[in-house]
């Protein structure tokens, strides 16, 4: 029997009086994929913290190819092989590829750097992964994001790592660049790499990972083997419990319209979009990652300029506009970007809530305090946010919960049109369940929602209709029965029938 | 991140910590002075006495006995109704600019310029009162002056979407040019007139009755106090602080709130600047050197976060009466000018430097 690369033993850790982790137990071979799966909030980051020198267990042990491994720090552990690469990228934009490949290990000898050999060590570290196309003097922040991501699991694999931990790597990917990962995935497998592969997509996870470990509130509850177990099964270890329905759908009925858009286009992108929404309507927008998605909602929304076309508002051209203005008309924006746009992080739930209506909490412009919270405790209620209260700030909450906090200022508004972008993001499948019913409730009363999302299952189990939007132009719509994950890949590369 | 279960009571007590906070920071720093000067006066009796050693510390003993009956010159002068009448009329032009800078500072602005605007204004309020206008104009326009200023401020910053640090440094020389232009590069002796009651000492040797001023810093507190914490406008200063894009994203107007927040900043300079026109009664272009910096710390102290989203009125209040402490007991205490910036650039950092640890340590309870 071979020796575990990774072995975690009972660990336990507490901060403060939350217990973050319970007793966890995993174990990783040499050379295999591993998921690491749970809610947000059940000890996935902690864990990772531990294992890549950030946090100390409590108590615990952890082997790395079967002697005691104690991190004091995540340097310390990247030169013990164990290397990590987190959700958002940890590059420095300003600096050139090459810099970022090699920071804080530069090549150096007196406080100089050696030039030549930090170029050289960067272009052989992106020559093995098969990306030496990648130029090493563009800054990062002039590059896509899949080739930032490449940068960053370069420089992770620059020190000989052995076991590397991957969070949510493909989030903010398309699915090209996703297959393209994966390519590269299973070959640092082949070469003996292990990797903790850490995702919300089970259905990825079911393509890559050889076996996963389940952990549910700072437990390790289950593991197994990838292609013997069904996602029904992981689903239900997660949650403790059975999730019907995946994509619950309430029947909903089609109005008049609502939002008409007409060849519009942005500076840049879009370049022509061309659709029209009805009440009642969830109509779906697909498409690669630069497709334009972005830019149509918020060239829609009055966030960026409207070079030419028309936007319809009902059966009125309303073309430039203002956010406050398209607010007053009834249309809700919700950002993609729930840190930098969505939410005031260190302010309240309640002024979150609020923030575009403060009229039923207030008067003559004085704001009633105990209404104030009477109102947003009955959203929270509504929307199901764990949360202290309506004063906590919403920086403190779980990213679905803060998801649903940014939701629920739509909600408040009542908006009519809703311009959802990628609402259900980085959260975790509970939360994403009972987005798609509150999506389904709305437009089963009449509101009419434009629902941008990378993810292809969600789509195709929550629209009504769907449109792809390619390199910056949509102009077809259809009913999502005439729609399969297939065709619309195909039609997000341009590459339509 | 580990999710919180922290009770509502734990939470309920973190907040008045917080709310307290400040005033903690103000108690300590009266009685430390208290504590000074206690021993600093039990140390120069006992120069007097010539005890040393042993002697010392039982002579020490006997003194503190002794002085029950209350010969302590330096304490009793510190906690006494005229030396806290005194920092308060002290506090008065740092507090009234800390009005108008908290409100900048929660918004994520900065303004430079105070120092500046506090001397042109009070240049225009003397010049004014020279050429006989009724005071009751003089004030008015005084005022108008420093709101104008900050009004241009906020044109600048919103209008081509300028960082305020530089435009408000630009404007700090533009303001202070310009008062010297108007005084003639000297100062304007203003004729008596009301305005000199308005920070005017009478009775020094009590507390009451305070001049007029004092109550009116006091008053436009409570004022600015509900205004940021209860009314839309306040909560809109606070998104746009917390987050621009979410403001801009919520449909808040965030081009013309900053404009108006500058502007009516600016009134509370030339507020502060009428206040400081009242204490010198004269105009002086050269007066208030650096106030802003002062003020900023007085806002800092108060628990703001340069970056933007938090702050308070009353926590800068109480800043900026730490501030007037500090100065007043280093002066009983007989310290040397240069002392008293140590301790006050060493008070800053500390007082911050404590918020980002509780803050730390409340995110992660």
């Known amino acids: ?497 | 991140m580990p999710r919180s279960v922290t009770t509502g009571t734990s939470s309920k007590i973190r907040r008045l910590l917080n709310i307290l906070g400040p005033f903690f920071g103000l108690l300590l720093v009266v009685v430390l002075f208290g504590i000074l000067l206690y021993v600093q006066d039990i140390r120069s009796e006992m120069e007097f006495d010539g005890a040393t050693g042993f002697n010392a510390f039982v002579e020490t003993a006997r003194s503190i006995e002794l002085k029950e009956d209350g010969t302590f010159p330096g304490l009793k002068a510190f906690i006494s109704g005229a030396n806290f009448k005194i920092i308060f009329i002290q506090t008065v032009i740092v507090a009234i600019g800390a009005l108008g800078m908290t409100m900048i500072i929660v918004s994520g602005g900065i303004d430079l310029s105070v120092g500046s605007v506090v001397a042109l204004s009070s240049v225009v309020g003397a010049t004014l009162l020279v050429k006989e206008f009724s005071p009751a104009t003089t004030i008015l326009l005084t005022i108008l002056a420093g709101g104008g200023i900050g009004l241009i401020n906020g044109l600048t910053i919103a209008g081509l979407r300028m960082m305020p640090f530089i435009v408000t440094l630009g404007m700090m020389g533009i303001a202070r040019g310009l008062a010297k232009w108007i005084a003639g590069n000297q100062t304007v002796n203003s004729p008596p007139s009301v305005v000199n009651a308005i920070m005017a000492m009478n009775e020094p040797m009590q507390f009451f009755p305070l001049p007029p001023g004092v109550w009116i810093a006091a008053l436009l507190a409570v004022g600015m106090a509900v205004i940021i914490r209860q009314t839309v406008f306040g909560r809109h200063v606070f998104a746009i602080g917390s987050n621009e894009n979410t403001a801009r994203l919520c449909g808040i107007r965030v081009r013309s709130q900053k404009v108006l927040i500058y502007a009516i900043a600016g009134l509370f300079f030339g507020l502060a600047g009428l206040m400081q026109l009242s204490r010198l009664t004269q105009g002086d272009p050269t007066v208030a050197i650096g106030l802003e910096l002062d003020i900023i710390a007085a806002v800092v102290i108060g628990g703001a976060s340069l970056s933007g989203g938090t702050g308070s009125i009353l926590g800068s209040m109480i800043g900026a009466l730490i501030m007037a402490i500090l100065r007043n007991g280093s002066n009983q205490m007989g310290w040397p000018n240069y002392m008293q910036e140590i301790i006050i650039g060493i008070v800053i950092i500390l007082a911050v430097g404590l918020d980002r640890f509780r803050q730390k340590r409340n995110q992660a309870a």
């Not at chain 1, 779906?284 to 972005?294: E, K, Q, S």
């Not at chain 1, 769907?466 to 619309?488: A, D, K, N, Q």
């Open chain 1, 1 to 497: 029997m071979t020796i575990p690369r990774l072995r975690m033993r009972a660990v336990h850790k507490s901060f403060g009086a939350t217990k973050a982790l319970r007793g966890v137990d995993l174990e990783v071979l040499p050379g295999e994929v591993h998921a690491l799966i749970g809610e947000n909030g059940a000890g996935k980051s902690t864990l990772m913290k531990i294992l890549s020198g950030a946090h100390a267990p409590d108590s615990g042990t952890i082997e790395l190819d079967g002697k005691p491994f104690s991190p004091a720090n995540p340097l310390r552990a990247r030169h013990s092989g164990v290397a990590m690469i987190y959700q958002e990228l940890n590059l420095v934009p300003h600096l050139s590829i090459e810099e970022n490949i090699l920071l804080g290990e530069e090549p150096s000898r007196f406080g100089w750097i050696n030039r030549a050999r930090r170029r050289a060590i960067a272009a052989n570290a992106l020559a093995e992964l098969n990306h030496e196309s990648i130029p090493l003097d563009a800054p990062v922040s002039s590059r896509p994001v899949a080739e930032q991501q490449i940068v960053e699991i370069a420089r992770a694999l620059i020190g000989e790592s052995k076991v590397l931990i991957m969070d949510e790597p493909t989030s903010s990917l398309t699915d090209v660049d996703t297959q393209n990962l994966f390519l590269l995935i299973r070959r640092l497998r082949e070469k003996g790499v292990s990797i903790i592969y850490i995702s919300h997509f089970l259905e990825e996870c079911q393509q890559v990972c050889d076996r996963f470990t389940v952990l549910r509130d700072g437990e390790s509850v289950g593991t197994g083997l990838m292609s013997e177990t069904s996602l029904q099964h992981i689903i239900r270890l997660m949650v403790g419990r059975e999730i019907e329905d995946t994509y619950p759908r309430q029947p909903h009925t089609l109005g008049e319209t609502a939002l008409k858009l007409e060849n519009l286009a942005g500076r840049g992108k879009p370049r022509s979009v061309t659709l029209s929404l009805r009440k009642g309507e969830i109509l779906g927008i697909a498409g690669l990652i630069g497709a334009g998605r972005t830019e149509t909602l918020r060239a829609c929304f009055g966030l960026d300029q409207v070079e030419s076309g028309k936007v319809w508002i009902e059966s009125t051209e309303r073309t430039r506009s203002t956010p406050s203005e398209r607010l007053k008309d009834g249309i809700g924006l919700l950002s993609e970007n729930r840190k930098e746009e969505g939410l005031m992080l260190n302010r309240s739930l309640a002024d979150n809530l609020t923030a575009t209506r403060y009229g039923p909490a207030a008067r003559l412009g004085f704001i009633n305090s105990r209404r104030h919270r009477e109102i947003s405790l009955r959203l929270m209620e509504q929307l199901e946010v764990k949360a202290q209260g309506p004063d906590q700030t919403v920086g403190e909450l779980s990213g679905g919960n803060q998801q649903k906090i940014a939701l629920g200022r739509l909600l408040h508004h009542d908006a009519d049109v809703l311009l959802l972008d990628e609402p259900t993001r980085g959260i975790d499948v509970g939360s994403k369940v009972q987005i798609y019913r509150l999506i389904g409730q709305m437009a089963a009363s009449g509101k009419a929602i434009l629902f941008v999302s990378s993810y292809l299952p969600e789509l195709l189990g929550v629209c009504d209709t769907i449109g792809v939007m390619c390199r910056g132009v949509l102009s077809e719509v259809r009913p999502v029965s005439e729609w399969t994950e297939h065709s619309i890949i195909a039609a997000a590369i341009g590459h339509a029938n």
